[in-house]
């Protein structure tokens, strides 16, 4: 049974910074283009950074030079540090993992953390 456990996210100040982290079991995320989506309150779910499984990256133009997208391959596991939040940032984040082979395209997701940047 595939499992992506998103840990990290609480309450911090604007300004402040959190690493979030997913932990996968049940797959090798070697192979896999791993990312970060956010959901904010009353808005629809999008991409926050990706890294794929050649360590290429990508940002939303929201978070470009504030968010940093890693993973370590030895752990099964991936990173998001955030720097400089802002009360905007404040969403549910949630860890997706995607692999395609064939035909086939296998898509995975975490059940999301809570990320709130309030004074």
């Known amino acids: 049974q595939v499992q992506l456990v998103e840990s990290g996210g609480g309450l911090v100040q604007p300004g402040g910074s959190l690493r979030l982290s997913c932990a996968a079991s049940g797959l090798v995320i070697s192979g896999y283009t791993m990312a970060w989506y956010r959901q904010p309150p009353g808005k629809q779910r999008e991409l926050v950074a990706r890294?794929?499984?050649?360590?290429?990256?990508n940002y939303a133009d929201s978070v470009e030079g504030r968010f940093t997208i890693s993973r370590d391959n030895a752990k099964n596991t991936v990173y998001l540090q955030m720097d400089s939040l802002k009360p905007e940032d404040t969403a549910v984040y949630y860890c997706n993992a995607v692999h395609s082979v064939a035909l086939t395209t296998y898509n995975y997701w975490g059940q999301g953390t809570q990320v709130t940047v309030s004074s």
């Open positions: 890294i794929t499984s050649g360590r290429s990256t």
